[in-house]
């Protein structure tokens, strides 16, 4: 296994001036393994109620997702109903039923914990340090929050950051976050917390000790990647050598700001939007399917998995629920990718 | 004289959460022509009262601003005075008094119906209309307006619109003129009234009719710029030969949506905004000014035009009114182009 995402499975009753779905595949760790399974091989751990159904199930492995890590129990799945306004960008939830995701507690087989890319799906903090724990060797980690999480527990949250190396979240959670409204100064102070004096006994978690990556999602504004430079230098064949190791007095230091850089790719500007849910996740699906693919980290790397995973998101949103993604192609994203690249192109003379 | 812009010079008094500044020089006229003034030549043709004394003249004095166009006339000059959100995207204004600007008659003088670059300001769109029919031989048209006349004068500003061939609006007049809130299909339905049936006589005016350039303004996140591919293959060299000359028979069908060309370029990301009044007036300047020192109108250069335009309003920005404008230089400005294409910058593989 390559990827292991934990997350959500649910099913959503969706509203948006376009029509509308009722009760239709989704949660985190569908958007995302769908999205990540055109890149390589995801495995997901989640649970799900009597409700999911072998056409369900048919949904993940025609995409040949890992289901080994799937939980049934009695009772029905994590239920989302949501109204998305006018503009898309924003949403009310009608209804949410957390049914067997309640008490979720992820369990993890022997070959999840061998797992080199690990996507931490918006859970409680406490489970993804779980999780994060028992994983042996991880070559990249990524995590996602959301607000409830930020005003809840912000105490473990704060510890989870500080293992990761990738940190994806959205505008208005990275300014709640930050307290900053500001992007630039609201990532300066996230990559602070994310490269906090790490334990003085290196272990295989500091691992992440490496480079500090945080993505701000900006809806259909695109993103902002925030990395130091230095970090990503790093060739790959160096290998997960923590960084108190090989050079540790600067993580020891407060984040140097000097060497921050950015990356900004504008949103795909698509002419029917018909349903965000999951843009999110398949945006982590397609950045760490196609990091866990190319196995290199560096800032290239880095950059054109930002651009594939808008691409795949940008797919997400042109059908209700999972149906675009579900017939997706290869060459569709390819042909996607390089119109991004046109799109945002220019020659310095 | 390369670069003509009909515009005004006002007074602003600016709150943001930052600070405020009182009885400001602005003005679209005057953020207009200091951005292009770091690439070739304005000349401007405004208003001003007996309140605009030699220390404001001296502004555009030092940035070669041709002022023989600036009509003096009793009475108090254009005054604004508004208030930004935390935002600072959306403002408010507090009062508005158009004084000697109120019944103002752009006065061309010889040397600029030669002008070969021309920008009209957010005016009456039959003043707009009137200048534009004083140019002899225009080479590019650029327009800007604001939702006041598209309320209220949406007659005359089709008019207008189908004899340009740069419109550069903001998100939410685009929205409004459109009647579509998909940016997309905006543009689509924008650029069609743009390319409506030219007169049958081809005139200079019909010049327009060659290659229609919408640019839609987000703020803070940039913009989008759509333009037909094939018009815009068209060498310089070809002149400023009517197109329905050339081919008139496309000009008369429905605007082609098959050869629609998109470039998006998003905002720069900014540690710190003072004040955003101006930044549109400066992106206008930036980019006309490219446009006029290269002197070449295809897609690379349009694009370039754009990102000089966003580079020079993210300076504006950074301080309040003008006075960052005031103490820019030409070598800033090539090094945040620089900046600009890191930024944005991804390889295919």
């Given amino acids: 296994v390559k990827i292991l995402n934990i997350g959500s499975i649910a099913f959503d009753s969706i509203k948006t001036p376009f029509g509308q779905a ?10 995302f393994s769908l999205a990540a399974s055109f890149f390589a091989q995801p495995a997901i751990v989640a649970v799900v109620g009597e409700d999911f159904n072998n056409a369900h199930k048919k949904v993940f492995q025609n995409r040949k997702v890992d289901l080994s890590g799937l939980e049934h129990k009695k009772g029905e799945s994590f239920f989302w109903s949501g109204k998305y306004n006018f503009d898309l960008n924003t949403r009310k939830t009608l209804k949410l039923k957390l049914n067997v995701f309640a008490d979720f507690q992820p369990k993890l087989l022997p070959h999840h914990c061998q797992s080199q890319y690990v996507f931490l799906g918006n859970i409680h903090p406490k489970l993804q340090m779980q999780v994060l724990k028992q994983i042996k060797q991880p070559r990249l980690v990524g995590l996602d929050t959301v607000d409830f999480w930020i005003e809840r527990n912000l105490g473990d949250l704060k510890q989870v950051l500080k293992l990761v190396d990738v940190f994806v979240i959205n505008d208005s959670e990275a300014r709640e976050l930050s307290r900053e409204y500001n992007l630039v100064k609201a990532a300066k102070k996230i990559l602070g917390m994310m490269s906090a004096t790490p334990s003085l006994s290196p272990s295989p978690l500091s691992a992440s ?39 540790g007095e600067r993580l020891n230091k407060k984040f140097n700001e000097s060497n921050l850089k950015i990356f900004n790719l504008p949103g795909y500007p698509l002419e029917t939007v018909f349903d965000p849910t999951g843009a999110g996740d398949s945006f982590a699906g397609g950045f760490m399917g196609y990091l866990a693919s190319a196995d290199k980290l560096d800032e290239h790397h880095l950059k054109r998995a930002c651009v594939y995973g808008s691409v795949v998101a940008s797919f997400c949103v042109e059908d209700f629920g999972t149906k675009r993604l579900e017939k997706l192609t290869k060459q569709e994203i390819q042909n996607r990718f390089a119109e991004f690249k046109r799109l945002t192109h220019f020659e310095i003379e």
Same sequence: chains 1, 2.
């Fill in 22 to 31: 009722k009760k239709t595949l989704g949660g985190s760790a569908t958007y």
């Fill in 209 to 247: 000790g490496r480079g500090k990556t945080l993505i701000i999602k900006q809806g259909e504004h695109g993103l902002l990647m925030f990395y130091k430079a230095s970090s990503l230098l790093l060739s790959p064949s160096e290998g997960r050598v923590p960084e108190c190791i090989r050079g």
